[in-house]
């Protein structure tokens, strides 16, 4: 990393310091213990000390210290899966000491409850969160050997779920996917995680291994009121291991169809004191990808191309570390940092991407303490030797003379983007935290925080408008967040949440949350919510300057809006800056743990999409004869391309268009049939309830693709778990069905038919301590809906794929997630796994 990077690191490292000494020094804490009937420890049983946000995950040793407590008397909780809930009151905290609390807990079939973070930013009951959430603990992401946790996805109630490579998955939730989506937010231990030079999720770049996540949560639905921009559909939430509280080795490796190898592997250790913790963390990873031979549109004479120049090999190799110091009175300070380099194939909405040494790496440096959050950190991306497998297959017949790596640099779009971010957060309760004689307003918890964000991209001056300026792209924006929750009568509580945004490329944006929720008793809530959150326009439809991306065919990025002129100089159209795309959710939904063997999520919503962001469209065309019109920046006057002396351009731009609604239901439930037999399910139903586009004009092409539903209407999931089908052996299958949809994405146009899926597993407890043998088999019964067709002979490019209706079933069958990209069959991976 650069000398400027790390000196920012140690000024953000002492003003942490500054923040955290005070802070850790003014409460007491509580530790103890939590064990079975037969006094053996319970390892991730949850420790809650009720009416505040405080609590703590017990070990190995089924120790538990949770920090940050402040003086008074209160009633600690304590609930692990398969135990009954234990409740301990009168527990007294004094400044600066430790309480002290044990726990046995009896046996039950299950305790379904457990807690999240994501949906409020702070440690809550499931039950109790304002939103659709699900959370997928150590255990899951373990068992989801071979293609790291994506896998384990595939379960989670609400989210559309794309396998588009062996490797490779894609995301969505509540409709309008696209082929270059970022409707989901991704988190990663705090961080933004995002690509700034195009405003996609991190993904599979992650520089943390799956042996070093804790959980994975996915809150389904308008985020932006806590996390700000591009949480329009969602948030992704990765949690990386704590050094000291999971310490040891671990480590996973794994093989399986199509070449497919991973090693990863993970040690953790804290010094004697329990002061200082360290981990690393790495992985190894590569596969032989599945082969397809999209067609692109002809250059000159030559006929619809076939895709050329594709490497299917795909590998990763990631690593990730962090040094922790914990506090002796709580809180702790961690710097932590890792990086990944990646090589594969990527999905555009014109395209293909080769993916040639793409690396990100993250470094960061935080305190969190149970009142107070700070943190610091950047992100690089760097796109390496990348390049368009659409524009290589079209130069190639261009220029055929010149060498395949001329050619390879003629179509690629480098880039590097850091995103530089900070953020301060803190929480409290208002009154007496729940002890005895407390008013309603004792119990009001309050989270606030402040977030700052710079982003710094280049395109090496190119492709961006760095060509044009000569310097990086700079855009930063502010933002500030608060939510609180109070008790009302009758068991009802009311949330509410507003966070404001200021950007320098659009206007600000407001984005409230509000909720009702009513527990009539412990782990039933009803509740009714309110969101209304904004995808913000990328880089790329504000920055994009591209004269002769083709011959008289250029792009440009809408920052500033645009004048379209005819010959004699009048203005005939104008076009405003580009603005983000909101959201306004309200919901209906229901949670609720019955007679501890059932546990139900149901949530019914109408959304509301107004000022969708176009795909490219074009705006002007100098090539027209006496109808021939050019297009200027509403801010400076000037022809585009004319800074450059390009010559006049067929102008392509983004804009804001269209307005829709839709409505739909998410469910899940699971039922333990015995302590050992678990039956779950999801159901996702959607529907399109309006769409308005204009009728006329030259936006009718661009909101039929901007307002694409480009989602399954209907899909869902049944899956039975069993944790001992004999003797230390346990097993499981998955049955998913999705139906078929028309997608709408750039040059991916076409019927995508529907399938149904049967997925296997089987674990089994190996004679060494800790290891364990796992088998995992995707895609090993198949069902298809339809047929999709490439484009016949002669046809320009790949939008004209046709659907044919026509059921067929068998093993080994094959099917398609995505236009496009390949067909994908049965997928065998088996590993053994050491450590937790």
């Given at each position: 990393?650069?000398?400027?990077?790390?000196?920012?690191?140690?000024?953000?490292?002492?003003?942490?310091?500054?923040?955290?000494?005070?802070?850790?020094?003014?409460?007491?804490?509580?530790?103890?213990?939590?064990?079975?009937?037969?006094?053996?420890?319970?390892?991730?049983?949850?420790?809650?000390?009720?009416?505040?946000?405080?609590?703590?995950?017990?070990?190995?040793?089924?120790?538990?210290?949770?920090?940050?407590?402040?003086?008074?008397?209160?009633?600690?909780?304590?609930?692990?899966?398969?135990?009954?809930?234990?409740?301990?009151?009168?527990?007294?905290?004094?400044?600066?000491?430790?309480?002290?609390?044990?726990?046995?807990?009896?046996?039950?079939?299950?305790?379904?409850?457990?807690?999240?973070?994501?949906?409020?930013?702070?440690?809550?009951?499931?039950?109790?969160?304002?939103?659709?959430?699900?959370?997928?603990?150590?255990?899951?992401?373990?068992?989801?050997?071979?293609?790291?946790?994506?896998?384990?996805?595939?379960?989670?109630?609400?989210?559309?779920?794309?396998?588009?490579?062996?490797?490779?998955?894609?995301?969505?939730?509540?409709?309008?996917?696209?082929?270059?989506?970022?409707?989901?937010?991704?988190?990663?231990?705090?961080?933004?995680?995002?690509?700034?030079?195009?405003?996609?999720?991190?993904?599979?770049?992650?520089?943390?291994?799956?042996?070093?996540?804790?959980?994975?949560?996915?809150?389904?639905?308008?985020?932006?009121?806590?996390?700000?921009?591009?949480?329009?559909?969602?948030?992704?939430?990765?949690?990386?291991?704590?050094?000291?509280?999971?310490?040891?080795?671990?480590?996973?490796?794994?093989?399986?169809?199509?070449?497919?190898?991973?090693?990863?592997?993970?040690?953790?250790?804290?010094?004697?004191?329990?002061?200082?913790?360290?981990?690393?963390?790495?992985?190894?990873?590569?596969?032989?990808?599945?082969?397809?031979?999209?067609?692109?549109?002809?250059?000159?004479?030559?006929?619809?191309?076939?895709?050329?120049?594709?490497?299917?090999?795909?590998?990763?190799?990631?690593?990730?570390?962090?040094?922790?110091?914990?506090?002796?009175?709580?809180?702790?300070?961690?710097?932590?940092?890792?990086?990944?380099?990646?090589?594969?194939?990527?999905?555009?909405?014109?395209?293909?991407?080769?993916?040639?040494?793409?690396?990100?790496?993250?470094?960061?440096?935080?305190?969190?303490?149970?009142?107070?959050?700070?943190?610091?950190?950047?992100?690089?991306?760097?796109?390496?030797?990348?390049?368009?497998?659409?524009?290589?297959?079209?130069?190639?017949?261009?220029?055929?003379?010149?060498?395949?790596?001329?050619?390879?640099?003629?179509?690629?779009?480098?880039?590097?983007?850091?995103?530089?971010?900070?953020?301060?957060?803190?929480?409290?309760?208002?009154?007496?935290?729940?002890?005895?004689?407390?008013?309603?307003?004792?119990?009001?918890?309050?989270?606030?925080?402040?977030?700052?964000?710079?982003?710094?991209?280049?395109?090496?001056?190119?492709?961006?408008?760095?060509?044009?300026?000569?310097?990086?792209?700079?855009?930063?924006?502010?933002?500030?967040?608060?939510?609180?929750?109070?008790?009302?009568?009758?068991?009802?509580?009311?949330?509410?949440?507003?966070?404001?945004?200021?950007?320098?490329?659009?206007?600000?944006?407001?984005?409230?949350?509000?909720?009702?929720?009513?527990?009539?008793?412990?782990?039933?809530?009803?509740?009714?919510?309110?969101?209304?959150?904004?995808?913000?326009?990328?880089?790329?439809?504000?920055?994009?300057?591209?004269?002769?991306?083709?011959?008289?065919?250029?792009?440009?990025?809408?920052?500033?809006?645009?004048?379209?002129?005819?010959?004699?100089?009048?203005?005939?159209?104008?076009?405003?800056?580009?603005?983000?795309?909101?959201?306004?959710?309200?919901?209906?939904?229901?949670?609720?743990?019955?007679?501890?063997?059932?546990y139900i999520d149901i949530a019914a919503y109408k959304a509301t999409y107004d000022n969708f962001l176009s795909p490219l469209i074009i705006i002007a065309n100098p090539l027209l004869g006496a109808a021939a019109t050019n297009a200027y920046n509403a801010a400076t006057g000037k022809m585009v391309g004319s800074e450059v002396n390009a010559g006049?351009?067929?102008?392509?731009?983004?804009?804001?268009?269209?307005?829709?609604?839709?409505?739909?239901?998410?469910?899940?439930?699971?039922?333990?049939?015995?302590?050992?037999?678990?039956?779950?399910?999801?159901?996702?139903?959607?529907?399109?309830?309006?769409?308005?586009?204009?009728?006329?004009?030259?936006?009718?092409?661009?909101?039929?693709?901007?307002?694409?539903?480009?989602?399954?209407?209907?899909?869902?999931?049944?899956?039975?778990?069993?944790?001992?089908?004999?003797?230390?052996?346990?097993?499981?299958?998955?049955?998913?069905?999705?139906?078929?949809?028309?997608?709408?994405?750039?040059?991916?146009?076409?019927?995508?038919?529907?399938?149904?899926?049967?997925?296997?597993?089987?674990?089994?407890?190996?004679?060494?301590?800790?290891?364990?043998?796992?088998?995992?088999?995707?895609?090993?019964?198949?069902?298809?809906?339809?047929?999709?067709?490439?484009?016949?002979?002669?046809?320009?490019?790949?939008?004209?794929?046709?659907?044919?209706?026509?059921?067929?079933?068998?093993?080994?069958?094959?099917?398609?997630?995505?236009?496009?990209?390949?067909?994908?069959?049965?997928?065998?991976?088996?590993?053994?796994?050491?450590?937790?």
């Amino acid at each position: 990393m650069s000398n400027t990077f790390l000196s920012s690191m140690r000024r953000a490292t002492v003003l942490l310091l500054a923040v955290a000494l005070p802070a850790a020094s003014q409460s007491g804490r509580i530790t103890g213990r939590v064990t079975d009937a037969a006094n053996q420890p319970l390892v991730s049983a949850q420790v809650l000390v009720v009416g505040t946000a405080l609590g703590a995950e017990t070990n190995a040793d089924g120790k538990f210290t949770v920090t940050g407590v402040a003086a008074g008397t209160y009633a600690v909780r304590a609930q692990h899966i398969g135990h009954k809930v234990a409740l301990k009151s009168g527990v007294t905290v004094a400044a600066g000491q430790a309480a002290t609390v044990e726990f046995q807990l009896d046996a039950t079939p299950v305790t379904l409850g457990g807690v999240v973070i994501s949906a409020s930013r702070r440690v809550e009951k499931i039950t109790d969160a304002p939103a659709t959430v699900s959370r997928l603990d150590a255990l899951a992401l373990a068992n989801s050997i071979g293609n790291g946790f994506a896998p384990a996805l595939k379960e989670v109630k609400g989210l559309d779920f794309l396998q588009v490579g062996i490797t490779a998955v894609a995301v969505n939730a509540r409709g309008f996917n696209s082929s270059f989506n970022n409707r989901m937010l991704q988190m990663e231990d705090g961080r933004i995680g995002v690509l700034p030079e195009n405003g996609l999720p991190v993904g599979g770049f992650s520089p943390i291994p799956k042996v070093d996540l804790g959980a994975v949560e996915v809150l389904v639905g308008p985020g932006s009121a806590l996390y700000g921009p591009d949480a329009s559909n969602g948030v992704i939430t990765l949690q990386a291991k704590d050094a000291k509280q999971h310490q040891g080795f671990s480590g996973e490796f794994s093989t399986g169809s199509r070449s497919f190898v991973d090693l990863q592997a993970r040690y953790a250790r804290a010094t004697r004191s329990g002061k200082w913790a360290y981990k690393i963390s790495g992985e190894i990873q590569s596969a032989e990808d599945y082969h397809s031979s999209p067609v692109y549109p002809a250059v000159g004479t030559s006929g619809p191309l076939t895709e050329k120049g594709t490497d299917y090999r795909t590998d990763v190799k990631r690593g990730y570390g962090a040094v922790t110091y914990h506090f002796a009175q709580g809180g702790r300070l961690e710097v932590a940092g890792g990086a990944s380099v990646s090589n594969g194939i990527g999905q555009t909405n014109v395209g293909r991407n080769q993916l040639v040494d793409w690396g990100y790496r993250v470094g960061q440096v935080k305190f969190t303490s149970p009142r107070w959050f700070a943190q610091a950190y950047q992100s690089q991306s760097l796109s390496g030797g990348t390049y368009q497998l659409n524009g290589y297959t079209q130069n190639r017949v261009r220029y055929p003379t010149i060498s395949d790596d001329s050619v390879k640099r003629l179509s690629d779009f480098p880039a590097k983007g850091i995103l530089n971010a900070a953020e301060v957060q803190n929480n409290f309760s208002i009154g007496m935290l729940g002890k005895t004689g407390a008013s309603a307003i004792d119990n009001t918890h309050v989270i606030w925080g402040i977030q700052y964000r710079n982003d710094n991209v280049t395109s090496k001056r190119q492709w961006l408008s760095d060509r044009l300026t000569g310097e990086n792209i700079t855009a930063s924006q502010l933002g500030g967040y608060l939510q609180f929750e109070a008790p009302l009568p009758g068991d009802v509580r009311l949330v509410g949440a507003g966070r404001y945004d200021k950007h320098e490329n659009y206007d600000p944006q407001f984005s409230p949350k509000a909720a009702l929720l009513w527990t009539p008793v412990q782990d039933q809530t009803v509740r009714v919510t309110y969101n209304r959150a904004f995808k913000s326009p990328t880089l790329l439809q504000t920055n994009f300057y591209f004269p002769n991306f083709s011959p008289f065919v250029g792009i440009f990025g809408n920052k500033d809006g645009f004048q379209v002129k005819n010959a004699a100089g009048a203005v005939v159209a104008a076009y405003d800056p580009i603005q983000p795309e909101t959201n306004t959710t309200y919901e209906l939904g229901y949670k609720g743990v019955v007679k501890d063997r059932l546990y139900i999520d149901i949530a019914a919503y109408k959304a509301t999409y107004d000022n969708f962001l176009s795909p490219l469209i074009i705006i002007a065309n100098p090539l027209l004869g006496a109808a021939a019109t050019n297009a200027y920046n509403a801010a400076t006057g000037k022809m585009v391309g004319s800074e450059v002396n390009a010559g006049p351009q067929v102008a392509l731009t983004y804009v804001n268009v269209g307005k829709a609604k839709i409505s739909g239901v998410d469910a899940g439930a699971r039922l333990y049939i015995t302590p050992q037999l678990t039956l779950s399910s999801n159901i996702s139903i959607l529907k399109v309830d309006t769409i308005e586009t204009p009728s006329s004009g030259s936006l009718v092409t661009a909101a039929t693709e901007a307002t694409a539903f480009n989602s399954p209407t209907l899909k869902w999931t049944v899956g039975l778990d069993d944790a001992q089908l004999v003797g230390h052996v346990s097993g499981g299958l998955m049955l998913r069905t999705v139906n078929e949809y028309f997608f709408r994405s750039g040059v991916n146009v076409g019927r995508l038919p529907g399938f149904t899926t049967l997925d296997l597993n089987v674990g089994a407890d190996l004679p060494w301590q800790g290891t364990r043998l796992m088998v995992r088999v995707q895609n090993l019964y198949t069902c298809t809906t339809g047929t999709t067709t490439p484009p016949a002979a002669g046809v320009s490019g790949t939008r004209t794929a046709t659907f044919g209706k026509e059921r067929a079933c068998g093993f080994g069958r094959q099917h398609q997630e995505m236009l496009n990209m390949p067909l994908i069959g049965p997928m065998v991976f088996a590993g053994v796994r050491y450590g937790k």
